[in-house]
């Protein structure tokens, strides 16, 4: 081995990527742990819920075996578990995974103790923690044992800040009492008047946990870039518990576009042959996320708006749902690729593949933070209808710049919204013909998503904004501070 390639080698250090077991969660982490292993040793620390569907959906390759050590962490949390919509289930992957992570980091050796013997076989001292915000409260930990922690937040971070304004004095309000898109609200979380706020209890147990690790934790990394964020940034640091903390933007962090699944490869050769054959700009995509599912209701009137607008579409639909969409699209299902079917509506979509296809005219989305930015990045147009958390703070995000339009508002999270008002937003965002209107090709809806696409894209390409902050992230200057070392 020559001497440089040796130098190479020890001037890696060890870095610990901690995900929460939620999909939306850990699949930028797994991006974020990709992109550090070019630079350090990485080991990426998740459930074992989450192991087998990892391999098997091959979100975690055998590539990255080469460059990413995999740890499953013994929390009693069943397999599976994360795809309930339930929200007590992801209170169950909370309160569980926390004690195995603190357990976890206690035994890892440190460059201080390098000795200490781990239960998973870790032997490469640990340098410092990338710790999901959802898990900070590890960060009381990491400064005990002299190890600097990054929170990681994989969304927008003004999406947080109401988490961050909780004490115990937080008045709790019951299930049901409250909109369940009110609970995290960038701006709000950032009116005076609404610092007390009341939220549910588990959310304000939740939040206290994550308060407890900003004072310990060094900095924060952000699954966006700062062009959107610096509002927000200022906000945090306004707070005494993030003084001295080292913010960087890192994002969108996205899957690599190579990373197919296999046993999906075939759909994604139909879903491109069949979005070859329709006109630019005419397809409607409809897909609301992996965690919630939208009313039986509301399935059933996107499936009469789609009929109203006679337009080419794609479905993203859980089998179990299928029996929810008008006879007439489900006739067309048996043989939908082949056949003169409207639209299809498939189990699982490319989602990605969809969206960058210049077919694709409009996106129906729940605006989790990974579609938003997926959007953003694709430059295609919004019809947002949110079901939780910070999704209708992500759609007014892409009100406000201009690329989408908010079906509904914080107090109709149960509205059932008819087929018609629908079809006539869909119409107005993809510029469809509908009433008596004619068709529209060159909306300002798409042109501001393609000044947003421009956007992006400039802060994830080499040179750009997220580019420049991740590398100096991984200079990892955090290790030169006295006060951690």
């Not at 020890?10 to 990709?34: D, W």
């Not at 708006?305 to 579409?313: E, H, K, M, S, T």
């Not at 290790?479 to 951690?484: E, T």
Request: proline share 6%.
């Amino acid at each position: 081995m020559n001497t440089l390639a040796v130098q190479n080698m020890e001037s890696k250090k060890h870095i610990v990527v901690i995900a929460f077991p939620g999909y939306g969660h850990l699949i930028p982490l797994l991006s974020f742990a990709r992109k550090a292993a070019e630079h350090h040793h990485v080991t990426f620390v998740i459930s074992k819920c989450k192991l087998n569907d990892l391999r098997t959906r091959e979100l975690f390759t055998a590539e990255d075996e080469k460059t990413i050590a995999l740890i499953g962490l013994e929390d009693g949390i069943p397999d599976g578990a994360g795809e309930d919509t339930n929200p007590s289930v992801w209170g169950m992957l909370w309160d569980g995974i926390i004690p195995s992570i603190e357990a976890f980091l206690r035994t890892v050796p440190t460059p201080n103790k390098p000795s200490s013997q781990s239960p998973y076989s870790i032997t490469r001292p640990v340098d410092v923690v990338f710790c999901e915000l959802f898990l900070a409260c590890s960060a009381v930990i990491c400064q005990q044992r002299g190890i600097p922690c990054y929170l990681f937040c994989t969304a927008r971070l003004g999406a947080q800040l109401s988490r961050l304004n909780v004490t115990e004095h937080t008045p709790v309000v019951a299930e049901g009492e409250v909109s369940p898109l009110r609970h995290v609200m960038g701006k709000r979380a950032m009116d005076p008047e609404q610092k007390n706020a009341p939220f549910l209890d588990r959310h304000k147990k939740h939040s206290l946990s994550i308060c407890s690790g900003l004072k310990p934790a060094v900095g924060i990394v952000i699954n966006s870039f700062r062009e959107i964020e610096e509002e927000a940034i200022a906000e945090y640091l306004k707070d005494e518990r993030a003084k001295g903390h080292d913010v960087k933007c890192t994002g969108p962090l996205l899957p690599e576009e190579d990373k197919l699944n296999s046993q999906n490869f075939k759909i994604q050769q139909q879903v491109q042959q069949w979005l070859d054959t329709k006109p630019p700009n005419s397809v409607i995509y409809i897909a609301f996320g992996s965690v919630r599912i939208p009313a039986k209701e509301r399935i059933t009137e996107i499936g009469k708006a789609l009929l109203l607008l006679n337009q080419p579409f794609i479905f993203s639909l859980r089998q179990e749902q299928h029996d929810l969409l008008p006879e007439e699209i489900r006739r067309g299902m048996a043989d939908q690729f082949a056949g003169s079917a409207l639209g299809l509506v498939l189990p699982w979509a490319p989602q990605r593949n969809i969206l960058l296809h210049p077919a694709t005219g409009v996106f129906l989305s729940h605006c989790g933070w990974n579609s938003t930015v997926e959007a953003m990045y694709t430059g295609t147009p919004v019809l947002s209808w949110p079901i939780f958390g910070d999704q209708l703070y992500n759609g007014q995000l892409l009100e406000e710049a201009g690329m989408g339009v908010v079906l509904i508002n914080a107090d109709e999270h149960v509205k059932i919204v008819p087929a018609e008002e629908i079809a006539e937003k869909l119409a107005n965002v993809g510029g469809f013909a509908f009433k008596g209107r004619e068709r529209v090709l060159d909306t300002g809806f798409k042109r501001a998503a393609e000044v947003w696409k421009e956007k992006t894209r400039a802060a994830v390409t080499m040179g750009g904004s997220s580019e420049e902050e991740f590398e100096m992230l991984m200079a990892l200057e955090v290790l030169r501070k006295s006060d951690h070392i």
